[in-house]
């Protein structure tokens, strides 16, 4: 009965100990992962395309997309919201700054760099966005 009782509490300590540390692990940032390189076009080609295969190789991934600026915008959150222009009024690429003090204008051609979160309503969203 005893080594039970050690055993249980051998296990629960271990639980504690490990949520301690996912509770408290840093942030992962994008700036610290290679991203994959590619296009506002064929990122979002990618998706139309065959929207699984694009989960493999982008979801949750760092990405650095270029393109050209389409329209700056606010998410819900009050955050700058850059939309890159793919020719497709229905699907653009939809990069959530992490910083509020982006300067960039509508045409202007930008590389971003943010993790992708997948496809949506209103095209692929990426998060965590800083410009490279």
Known sequence: MKKLIGVVLLLLAIGVGTAIYLWNKPHEKVEDRKG?????????AAF?????????????????VSGTVGEIDTNQEGGIMIILDTGDPFAGVQCAMRESGVNVTPKQSVTVKGFC???????VSLTDCILK
């Not at 994959?36 to 064929?42: L, R």
């Not at 929207?51 to 190789?57: D, V």
């Not at 979160?117 to 095209?123: K, L, N």
């Open 36 to 44: 994959i390189e590619t296009d506002a076009v064929e990122l979002v």
């Open 48 to 64: 139309n395309d065959d929207e699984s295969t694009a989960n493999e190789l982008y979801l949750n991934k760092a990405i650095e």
């Open 117 to 123: 979160s997948g496809f949506g309503i209103t095209g």
